[in-house]
């Protein structure tokens, strides 16, 4: 460890303070000691340790109460607190974890286990503070990559649309276009990962008939690139009530991957339908199975020797659907890979829909 890491002890006994203050400095640790609880607390809020070892039983303020008051303060509650007692019943330890204490260390002291147990603790919070600085890290960067390709995608699709009504239908126009598509579609999934959290969810009734036709419309040039036919087939009409960008993630997603996966030549079924009670979709391709369905929505998932994506959409539409209780079915053999999404009663609105 580079960082020289300060390490708070709180117990009532001298000796024990003594005792430890000594075996930890040896380590080239920082040492505060005290056994006045509330001097301790407070000293903390001003200049936080990375580790706080922590007596249990100590007048005035018990070590779970002390422990107590560190968890719910938002500037302390991180800081790995270890246990040390006398008390060496399982109670007393399962209480100690379950308030928060990521270890116990029963007296009378081991010299080589107090310094084993309060490294491991430390690299474990070294660890922590590292992946928290990559997600910030990670958070930054796609914000930067949603602000850089968005105008670059708006000057795309406007520029192309005027160069084909100037010049005509040209087959490179569609490829331009189909790629325009697939950034979009990998856009609105970065955008949703970062809005997520403070997005405020917006549901209402949603007619899947337009609603789909749309979706259709949309991938129209990347199908048409590898001369894919996307059939639409309602057998039941109905709405469903939810957020029409987290229904669209859901949606887009699952048409976008079955055309990279699809053969050329072949056709995608997109269908309304209804079984007993169930009112579903389901969407089917004609292409590469998929190799793990076990696997398929975790994120960053790609297919081994098929390199196509981020690997990011389906574990958006896990998520959205697990949040909405939309229950997802999925079988892929034979060449044909099939996404059945299937609605609670409390989300679809039943009847006759008028387009």
Do not use: W
């Not at 560190?70 to 790995?80: F, G, H, N, S, Y």
């Not at 997802?328 to 009663?345: D, G, L, M, R």
Request: proline letters at 2%.
């Amino acid at each position: 460890m580079d960082k020289k890491y300060t390490i708070l002890i709180i117990d009532d006994k001298t000796e024990n303070l003594h005792y430890l203050n000594t075996i930890l400095k040896e380590e080239d640790f920082l040492i505060r000691a005290t056994s006045d609880a509330t001097f301790a607390i407070n000293s903390s809020k001003l200049n936080p340790p990375d580790l706080i070892l922590l007596d249990i039983k100590m007048p005035n303020l018990d070590g779970f109460e002390v422990c107590k008051i560190i968890q719910e303060d938002e500037k302390l509650k991180e800081i790995p607190i270890i246990f040390i007692s006398a008390l060496d019943d399982t109670q007393n330890k399962v209480k100690a974890l379950n308030m928060g204490g990521v270890d116990y260390i029963t007296k009378p002291f081991e010299k080589e286990e107090v310094i084993a147990r309060v490294k491991t603790q430390l690299k474990i919070f070294e660890g922590k503070n590292t992946i928290s600085k990559l997600l910030e890290l990670q958070d930054f960067f796609l914000k930067k990559i949603i602000h850089e390709m968005n105008t670059p995608l708006s000057i795309i699709s406007l520029n192309i649309d005027n160069l084909e009504s100037t010049l005509g239908y040209k087959e490179q126009f569609e490829a331009i276009k189909a790629s325009s598509k697939s950034l979009s579609s990998i856009y609105n999934d970065l955008y949703y990962l970062i809005k997520k959290e403070k997005k405020t969810t917006e549901e209402k009734n949603i007619n899947l008939v337009r609603f789909l036709s749309s979706r259709v419309a949309f991938f129209d040039e990347m199908a048409n690139i590898k001369n894919i036919d996307i059939a639409l087939d309602i057998n039941e009409e109905f709405e469903v009530f939810m957020d029409v960008y987290e229904l669209e993630r859901v949606v887009d997603n699952t048409i976008s991957n079955a055309i990279k996966y699809s053969f050329e030549n072949s056709t995608i079924e997109i269908t309304l339908d209804k079984e007993d009670e169930n009112f579903f979709l389901f969407i089917k391709d004609e292409g590469i199975e998929i190799a793990d369905i076990n696997a398929v929505f975790q994120a960053y998932y790609q297919q081994k020797d098929k390199n196509i994506g981020l690997g990011l959409g389906l574990s958006i539409v896990k998520e959205i659907c697990d949040k909405n209780d939309i229950k997802i079915e999925v079988s892929s053999q034979n060449n044909n890979t099939i996404f059945k999404y299937i609605f609670p009663q409390n989300r679809i609105i039943k009847g006759e829909v008028k387009i």
